[in-house]
């Protein structure tokens, strides 16, 4: 398994783009019939995704977890972004259609993913973090996610957010995760910016033309970096970073995080005046 070490932001001043990328970047996630997951080392945040095609595959422990099986240790959360998929957890099936939300507790021990459609495979992003307790593995609908509308179309950034895991929403130790989707002719997301000192986050881009790309905004507020991304590709935003984007065309993305709270609000906006 890849795995990404903490940057500080007076080192992040004088990187190059290939740098960063390497640093922060976490491209190939979604491979025809495989599971991908790299350990980060904020919050020991794991990103991953899984697309299964022809086969099933299974949630796999790796050696540096030091554990007898995934999640020994840790919770974990999936959404779906493509077709109609399958997950089992010890047992028991869980049918995802598109932007559904899994969340599945500490101490299952056999998770795996199928697609149900050869021709419309399912596309799974998965984020897991440390976890203290059990909480009861739990199916959360798209249309069920508590909304939230906002922003507006002079700053083309009308969007929903769909909250999943949170303080009022699917119970978790540290996990925090959703996705927002721009309305059509909509490009920016979150602006303000923010941070949160409190929290890492991560960002993971879908339903953006192929030939588009996002311009993902990192770094302090007053030190800012771009990093360009393609459909499928995420990001990790230490604490000390702002994590916005805008892009070519309009675009959905799950952003999810881990650390001190579970409280979706827990942030600090940066005023645009005040960015540089
Ligand atoms: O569109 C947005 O704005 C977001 O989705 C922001 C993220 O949810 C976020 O950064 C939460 O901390
Ligand atoms: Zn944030």
Not at 30 to 58: E, N
Not at 130 to 153: D, F, I
Request: aromatic residues 12%; contains cysteine; negative net charge.
């Amino acid at each position: 398994m890849r795995v990404l070490h903490g940057v500080h932001p007076t080192d992040f001043k004088h990187y190059d783009t290939a740098t960063i990328r390497e640093r922060f970047l976490l491209d190939k996630l979604i491979q025809p019939d495989q599971l991908v997951s790299v350990y980060t080392h904020y919050d020991r945040m794991i990103v991953g995704g899984v697309h299964p095609v022809q086969q099933t595959l299974t949630l796999k422990n790796y050696p540096n977890l030091r554990s007898e099986y995934f999640l020994e240790r840790r919770e974990i959360g999936i959404i779906n972004v493509g077709g109609e998929g399958q997950v089992t957890v010890d047992g028991a099936s869980y049918y995802m259609q598109k932007l559904d939300c899994l969340y599945v507790g500490k101490g299952a021990k056999h998770v795996t993913f199928r697609s149900k459609d050869v021709g419309l495979p399912a596309v799974f992003f998965l984020l897991s973090a440390p976890a203290h307790t059990t909480y009861p593995t739990t199916l959360l609908t798209y249309a069920a996610a508590a909304k939230v509308h906002t922003g507006n179309s002079t700053h083309a950034n009308l969007r929903t957010i769909h909250k999943y895991i949170h303080l009022d929403g699917i119970q978790s130790c540290q996990l925090v995760m959703g996705l927002t989707i721009l309305h059509n002719g909509s490009i920016w997301n979150t602006m303000p910016a923010h941070v949160h000192d409190r929290r890492m986050e991560a960002y993971f881009y879908f339903d953006l033309p192929a030939e588009d790309k996002i311009f993902h905004y990192m770094g302090e507020g007053h030190e800012t970096r771009h990093v360009l991304l393609q459909n499928y590709e995420a990001i990790v935003s230490p604490p000390w970073s702002i994590h916005t984007g805008s892009a070519t065309a309009s675009y959905s993305f799950i952003w999810g995080m881990a650390g001190e709270n579970l409280d979706y609000t827990d942030m600090d906006a940066i005023r645009i005046a005040d960015m540089f």
